[in-house]
C-alpha cells in the first residue's frame, strides 16, 4: 500500500522559512523522479521542485530558484522522506503544496518546465500560508 503523507503546512510571515515533509512508504523510488508540486485558489497546478533519486539531480520551477530546496532522505524498512527547504517565502508562495511520485527524469526536468507530467502517486497536501 504506496503512502505519500505531507506535514509542515503552516502561517508564516513574509520572509519566513517552512521545510516541508513528505512521508513516502510502501513504494520504491529508486530510478524515479520525486517533486513538490502547489496549487493556489483559482490558478493550475505547478511544480515548484523536482529531485531524481538516482544522482540527486534536482530541478527548480523559476519562480522559487535561489529560495527552495528539495532533497531526500532513504530511509529504513522502505520508509523515504522528501523535503521542501522554503527560504525568504513571499505572498506568492501561498498554496496547497503536494508531494508527487512521477515516472522518470525527463518527467523531473519536464514538470518544473510547466509541462504536463502524469503521476503515479499524490499526497493529500499540506497549507502554506504566507501574509
Known amino acids: 500500500h504506496v503512502q505519500l503523507v505531507e506535514s509542515g503546512g503552516d502561517s508564516v510571515q513574509a520572509g519566513g522559512s517552512l521545510r516541508l515533509s513528505c512521508v513516502v512508504s510502501?513504494?520504491?523510488?529508486?530510478?524515479?523522479?520525486m517533486a513538490w508540486f502547489r496549487q493556489a485558489p483559482g490558478k493550475e497546478r505547478e511544480a515548484v521542485a523536482s529531485i531524481y533519486t538516482v544522482d540527486g539531480s534536482t530541478y527548480y520551477a523559476d519562480s522559487v530558484k535561489g529560495r527552495f530546496t528539495i532533497s531526500k532522505d532513504n530511509g529504513a524498512d522502505g520508509v523515504n522522506i522528501l523535503y521542501l527547504q522554503m527560504n525568504t517565502l513571499k505572498p506568492e508562495d501561498t498554496a496547497m503544496y503536494y508531494c508527487?511520485?512521477?515516472?522518470?527524469?525527463?518527467?523531473?526536468?519536464?514538470?518544473?518546465?510547466?509541462?504536463?507530467?502524469?503521476?503515479?502517486?499524490w499526497g493529500q497536501g499540506t497549507q502554506v500560508t504566507v501574509s
Open positions: 510502501g513504494y520504491v523510488y529508486k530510478d524515479k523522479c
Open positions: 508527487a511520485a512521477l515516472y522518470d527524469r525527463r518527467d523531473c526536468y519536464a514538470a518544473t518546465r510547466g509541462h504536463a507530467v502524469t503521476a503515479a502517486y
